[in-house]
C-alpha cells in the first residue's frame, strides 16, 4: 500500500504466547493462537505504517508485508521490542508467561525413581506492556495493551490500564464460554481516557480493522 492514514508510521506488536523453559524439552505458557495479533499487525500495514511484529511461537503464521521477530521467552520478547524502538505506536497483544523457572535445567530432568517430583522455582518475567509504557522519550506516542479477563471485565481493565501506564486497553472476556480463545470472533471493550466502549461481538479480523483506524485517528 503507497500512503494511507498511517504512512510514514512506525508501529510495533507482540503476538503469541512465550514459552518459559523447564529443560530442553519442556515449557510453561500461556494459550494464545496469536491469531488476534496478526490481524492488529494485517490491519496497521493496511494503513500505511511500517510494522515490526514480534512473536513467541504462535500456531498461526506471521502476516506477509511486515518484519517478522520470532522469540521464545518473555525476556527475548522484551529485548525484541526494544531493539525495534523507537516507534509511534506500540499494541502488546502477547499472552506473555507472568513467571520463568529460575532454576530451569540444561538437559533433560528425568524420574529419579524416588516417586518425588521436581520442584520448580520461579521468578518474575518484565511486564514489557508496563515497561514500553514508562520509557521517557523513547516512549511510543501510542501504547495500547490488552486484558484478557474471566470476570468484572471493565473494572478490572481499567485498574489494569492505571497500573500499567499504557493509553489503551482492549479488555476481552475469555471465559471459558465466551469462546475468545482459539476462536475466530471477539467481543472487546476498549478502555481509554475518555471511558470504556463496547465493541460487539465480531470476526477478530474486523476488531483489527476499528482498532487500527481509531489509532489512526488518535494520531492524526
Ligand atoms: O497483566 P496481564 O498479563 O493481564 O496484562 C496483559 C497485557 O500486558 C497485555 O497487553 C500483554 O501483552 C501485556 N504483558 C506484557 N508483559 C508481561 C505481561 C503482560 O507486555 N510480562
Known amino acids: 500500500v503507497q500512503g494511507g492514514p498511517l504512512a510514514g508510521r512506525h508501529a510495533v506488536v507482540t503476538s ?6 523447564i ?7 500461556n494459550r ?3 491469531a488476534q495479533g496478526r490481524a492488529i499487525a494485517e490491519a496497521l500495514r493496511d494503513l500505511g505504517a511500517r510494522v515490526t511484529f514480534v512473536t513467541g511461537p504462535a500456531s498461526v503464521a506471521p502476516p506477509d508485508g511486515v518484519k517478522v521477530v520470532q522469540v521464545e521467552t518473555a525476556r527475548e520478547m522484551r529485548d525484541a521490542v526494544d531493539s525495534a524502538l523507537p516507534a509511534d505506536i506500540a499494541v502488546m ?7 520463568r523457572v529460575t532454576n530451569a ?3 533433560k530432568m528425568k524420574k529419579d525413581g524416588s516417586g518425588q ?10 511486564d514489557i506492556l508496563a515497561w514500553v509504557s514508562r520509557l521517557g522519550l523513547k516512549r ?4 495500547v495493551g490488552f486484558a484478557a479477563e474471566t470476570d468484572d471485565v471493565v473494572e478490572n481493565a481499567t485498574a489494569k490500564r492505571r497500573r500499567k501506564g499504557c493509553d489503551w486497553i482492549v479488555a476481552n472476556d475469555v471465559s471459558p464460554d465466551s469462546g475468545v480463545m482459539g476462536g475466530q470472533h471477539n467481543a472487546v471493550t476498549v478502555i481509554r481516557d475518555s ?7 465480531m470476526p477478530k479480523g474486523d476488531v483489527a480493522r476499528r482498532l487500527a483506524q481509531e489509532i489512526s485517528e488518535a494520531l492524526q
Open 16 to 21: 503469541g504466547p512465550t514459552h518459559e523453559p
Open 23 to 29: 529443560d530442553p524439552v519442556r515449557y510453561i505458557a
Open 32 to 34: 494464545s493462537s496469536g
Open 93 to 99: 497483544a502477547a499472552a506473555v508467561a507472568d513467571w
Open 105 to 107: 535445567a540444561d538437559h
Open 117 to 126: 517430583p521436581p520442584a520448580l522455582e520461579m521468578t518474575e518475567n518484565p
Open 140 to 143: 511510543p506516542e501510542l501504547v
Open 195 to 201: 471511558g470504556a466502549q463496547m465493541w460487539p461481538r
